[in-house]
């Protein structure tokens, strides 16, 4: 597969293959990561697709001093605090919100897989965090960045996200055992 640098100027020349082949390369990984940030497939959909128009829109704006990737993963970011900011969102959560106490009432049937109910539980615990420690969490344990290219994609320093990682996994990890506590105190009943 051509380096992102050699796609870049294919693109900048006007080459529709080339856009194809980057955003082939990166749609996963973005969908992912956006996936993971708002918990919703449908808006992550429309959330990735919206980044990869922008993407498409700021090309030119890239710098070649750090990775492409890099780059594209700031782009997701900044376009999910957007969407965090925005009304859209605000509607939709006050909708999921009800959902969810919908699902907990029907979660209560006694034969639920226990490895499924375990992910359920890290997945709500990683979205109860503050946006910025959820962020530097999916980066580094979904997305495998390292701790300098998390710093770079969030524009923060490398102490920051190692702080933001510490007091997100502290939270998760407190999250976790309040969930098997109460587990517990709901069998003895």
Not at 124 to 130: D, G, R, T, V, Y
Request: overall charge positive.
């Amino acid at each position: 597969m051509p380096e992102d640098q050699e796609l870049i100027k294919e693109i900048l020349r006007g080459s529709q293959a080339a856009m194809e082949v980057l955003t082939r390369k990166y749609y996963k990984p973005i969908y992912a990561f956006v996936y993971r940030k708002v918990g919703n497939r449908d808006t992550a959909y429309d959330l990735t697709q919206e980044i990869f128009i922008k993407m498409i829109q700021r090309i030119e704006s890239y710098s070649s001093k750090g990775s492409f990737k890099s780059w594209l993963y700031q782009v997701a970011v900044n376009h999910c605090r957007d969407y965090w900011r925005s009304s859209e969102y605000k509607q939709t959560s006050k909708h999921a919100e009800l959902l969810d106490t919908i699902k907990c009432e029907q979660k209560s049937v006694p034969y639920i897989f226990e490895r499924k109910e375990m992910r359920e539980q890290v997945k709500q615990a990683i979205h109860s965090l503050p946006d910025i420690q959820r962020e530097a969490v999916i980066l580094k344990y979904f997305h495998h960045m390292k701790i300098q290219e998390i710093a770079v994609v969030t524009q923060a320093n490398v102490s920051t996200v190692k702080s933001r990682l510490k007091q997100g996994l502290s939270k998760i990890a407190a999250s976790l055992e309040r969930g098997e506590k109460s587990e517990k105190k709901r069998i003895r009943k």
